[in-house]
């Protein structure tokens, strides 16, 4: 068993053609440009932008530690969560593994493309073991979801689990690591050499504070890479988003202060909600998030909406029966929901 992208991808995507556009015709800089049928005014926004992203992917590279050329840029993470299974799932025939409960992009993009999504249980302490992945597999599998830190749960999920998953399975391994940027262990992208079938997505969404501009990355091999770059729109990230996340990058040490005023506060709001009765339970986190059991999950988040709260309501969730999720905020606003909370009866 070992691991072969051309066995992986769907026979149509390893042949298709992909279209060319003007900007991957012509490389460099030119002083008229009269290739694209623009229209020559109100610049910057008459050109086309890279459809490659270049200049976010450089300093993104900087940042991250990874090459650039392993690296796709989509329109939040659901664009590469819905190429992964354009790319490597034929509908009505291929399956895909993934662990339960996790975010629920997955599923839907599964049923949208038709693909067979199988779902494993976490076990009491939302951990998870390669064998009963793998045991859930068969010749049909494509592709293994895993999310570390995990959504809903805030757990990071065992690195020695994931390792095993990657080598015994010779599809492709999703590690969604939006959250990771809050947890403190490395990121698996910095072990793209190690797994040539590992695919890592990170995002502007959350750590960056950027969910408006919808920005998603992926980490993969440049084989992987070539191939959903294949499938994409080819100007899937507008201008917008990309000059917004240029002035991010030159901004990083911001998002660091953001990440350790957030730990903090995750772990003040920790003690604050395990001091009240109701709370049965906060569970560990790795996220910008915490996992709170209370005794009555629907009277609490009803009782919170009156006040003008939002948070999310997971009871009907595998595992997560009487338990909301709750998002970090800032300090002001974790002091008004402890203070609501407390008037709870
Ligand atoms: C929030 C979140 C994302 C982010 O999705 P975007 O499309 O990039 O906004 C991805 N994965 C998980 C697990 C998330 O919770």
Known sequence: MAFDLKNIVRPNIWALKPYSCARDEFKGEASVYLDANENPYNAPFNRYPDPLQWAVKEKLAQVKGVAK???LLGNGSDEPID???RAFCEPGVDNVVAI???????????????VEYRSVLLDDDFCFSAESLLKAADAKTKVMWLCSPNNPTGNSLCRGEIEKVLRGFDGVVIVDEAYMDFSDLPSMALSLD???????????SKAWGCAAIRLGMAFASTEIIAVLNKIKYPYNVNILTQQQA????????????????????RSSLNSELLALPFVKKVYPSDANFLLAKVED????YDYLVGKGIIVRNRN??????GCLRITVGTHEENVTLINELKSFA
Request: hydrophobic content about 45%; glycine content about 2%.
């Open 69 to 71: 050329e392993n690296i």
């Open 83 to 85: 190429l992964v299974y």
């Open 100 to 114: 339960d409960p996790t975010y629920g992009m997955y599923k839907v993009c599964a049923d949208v493309n038709n």
């Open 194 to 204: 190690k797994f040539p079938n590992l695919i890592v997505l990170q995002t502007f």
């Open 246 to 265: 240029l002035k991010m990058l030159d901004n990083a040490q911001q998002v660091k202060e953001w990440v350790s005023v957030l730990k903090a506060e």
């Open 297 to 300: 999950a629907n009277a609490v």
């Open 316 to 321: 009907t969730v595998s595992l997560c029966a």
